[in-house]
């Protein structure tokens, strides 16, 4: 099964990134450009959300909580631009071992997504490790 990843962040040219990053592992990509949308992204159950922080109606730990009250297995990685040893520490709590400070470095991320690597076919439709 191809995991989901959810990418939330307000500002469209890091979202855009973001998805053709992990796109490249061809995985599957739902985008969100705030708290709202992401709710509703949430029900097609996504096996990593990377989340901003600062988003215009509320903040990623919204959706985090709310992961957290649905009780999906979706992993959380944090991406922000802040530096605040306060809000970084909050933000470690959200994700622990997963905060990423952008700009985010590609190895980075696909440490923290920790997915496994999609099946591929080979010629006669056998799946093949990826």
Not at 70 to 82: A, H, Y
Not at 89 to 108: H, N, Q, T, Y
């Amino acid at each position: 099964m191809v995991p989901r990843i959810l990418i939330v962040d307000d500002h469209l040219p890091t979202r855009r990134v973001l998805a053709r990053l992990v796109a490249r592992k061809g995985w599957t990509i739902d985008e969100a450009a705030d708290v709202r949308e992401a709710l509703a992204a949430l029900d097609a159950r996504p096996d990593c959300a990377i989340l901003d922080l600062m988003l215009p109606d509320g903040g990623g730990e919204r959706i985090a909580a709310e992961i957290a009250a649905r009780g999906l297995p979706t992993r959380v990685v944090i991406c922000t631009g802040l530096c605040g040893a306060e809000q970084l520490a909050a933000a470690e709590a959200m994700a622990p071992g997963r905060v990423l400070s952008k700009p985010i470095k590609l190895d980075d991320l696909l440490a923290a997504l920790d997915l496994p690597k999609p099946m591929t076919r080979g010629p006669i439709g056998v799946p093949l490790p990826g």
